[in-house]
């Protein structure tokens, strides 16, 4: 076997020296509810639930939207009843969802930590037949320990942006090494496609996103039903999945509008919960509620902020359009299908390299929808708001546009099927 190369070793070398603090930052996290007190050692590989019995496909996502992706994947696996399927993801919102909507025989486990001895206990623990990875979330402790246990590897919805490959670049010996470890990858377009194959991935093909194939976000029947009636006919002004630095933006688009329109609601959803209280005091004099308070918005209230997990499927269903956030800033633009599928209009900032293909055809189908500033922002909402037939064609066209980016589940669900055959062959 050949040597690993220096990046990997020093790596691990260094992920080795930090075990001893992992359990400390933990605790510092979950103090912050960014971990689950309860379920901390699964970051840990330890205190696991039981392994079932038969054939394991693991899956895994960083988050909600990857884990929601992957949803209809789950449940093909499990069309086959001598499988079982272990979720793992990072964050305790997707733990959340994933209670909730997994099919049985299904389970969720938080992914271990990326150190050695976390990622054996959790492997050599859970024995996996095969892994596949969604996205882009790869360790490398975690892959190259799987790939060493025969575990075969697929990456799924891969995706790499610009800046990603750019970087993977200066240390070609060691993304050949990771990238490679996986039997089959299957990247969201030709674009990112190649990215993997100059990387030294092997059996890439494009096979489209499986976020466009993802069922829609859920709703509340009743809450849905309760914030229609508080909002009672009002104009809303919707920006989802914020990060800091674009409410900054957004709220003088309020205050603009607010002139011509002065019964308008803005609802600001942040794409981090606990930035609630600071959105909340960003507004200022502006009459503020917060859902995370159980505040219900009323005739007075001007900013609404969402700060809930899991609601974002309520506030698409309320307004003709949203501003997606991480745009603005370079994150790179949350997932634009989710509103879309759901006839809900898109506007974005230029910075969309997380989902470039899926703007691009959004914004191609809508005829608008790139902004760049306040103004930008408030000259296309001031023509949505007052012309709600064109706020109507233009949700439609962002509906069409997704529906337009489907079939990569049945290529995904196609290629998974055959690598597991090949598997059990061996």
């Not at 076997?1 to 603090?21: E, H, K, N, Q, W």
């Not at 293909?357 to 500033?373: C, K, M, N, P, T």
């Not at 049945?410 to 055959?418: I, L, N, P």
């Amino acid at each position: 076997m050949a040597r690993p190369p220096i990046g990997f070793l020093s790596y691990r070398a260094v992920t080795t020296a930090l075990s001893p603090a992992v359990p400390i930052v933990l605790r510092r996290r979950a103090g912050r509810g960014k971990e689950d007190h309860a379920r901390v050692n699964e970051r840990l590989g330890l205190h696991l639930a039981p392994r079932p019995g038969g054939s394991l496909i693991w899956v895994h996502g960083a988050s909600v939207g990857e884990c929601i992706a992957a949803l209809p994947l789950i449940e093909s696996l499990l069309q086959r009843e001598d499988r079982n399927v272990l979720v793992t993801s990072g964050t305790v919102s997707s733990a959340k969802i994933m209670r909730e909507r997994l099919p049985a025989r299904a389970l969720h486990q938080f992914v271990p930590i990326d150190t050695p001895s976390a990622t054996a206990r959790f492997l050599d623990h859970w024995r996996p037949d095969a892994g596949l990875f969604v996205d882009s979330d790869i360790w490398p402790n975690l892959v190259l320990g799987a790939q060493a246990r025969g575990v075969k590897l697929a990456l799924v919805n891969a995706r790499m942006s610009e800046r990603s490959f750019a970087g993977w670049q200066w240390a070609p010996k060691t993304a050949a090494t990771l990238l490679s470890a996986f039997d089959l990858c299957l990247a969201q377009d030709e674009e990112i496609a190649t990215r993997f194959r100059q990387l030294g991935a092997r059996n890439v093909s494009a096979v489209g996103s499986l976020k466009a194939d993802a069922p829609p976000l859920a709703a509340d029947v009743d809450q849905l039903a309760a914030l229609r009636g508080a909002i009672n006919g009002r104009a809303v002004l919707l920006a989802a999945q914020t990060h800091p630095g674009e409410d900054e933006t957004v709220l003088p688009v309020h205050d603009r509008l607010r002139q011509t329109i002065p019964d308008l609601l803005t609802i600001i959803v942040p794409r981090h919960v606990e930035r609630g209280p600071e959105i909340a005091m960003l507004c200022g004099a502006r009459p503020v509620r917060r859902r995370a308070l159980g505040e219900m918005l009323s005739r007075d209230t001007a900013v609404y902020v969402a700060d809930t997990m899991g609601e974002l499927g309520l506030f698409y269903r309320l307004a003709p359009f949203a501003f997606v956030g991480g745009s603005l800033v370079r994150h790179g633009g949350q997932n634009p299908l989710e509103p879309a599928r759901l006839g809900c209009a898109v506007l974005a900032g230029p910075h969309t390299f997380n989902f470039a293909s899926a703007y691009d055809a959004i914004f191609r189908e809508q005829g608008l929808g790139i902004v760049r500033s306040s103004g930008e922002i408030g000259e296309i909402a001031r023509r949505l708001l007052s012309d709600p037939a064109a706020a109507k064609s233009a949700g439609h066209a962002a509906a069409t546009a997704v529906a337009s980016l489907g079939g990569a589940f049945v290529k995904t669900a196609t290629a998974v099927e055959q690598l597991l055959a090949c598997h059990a062959r061996a």
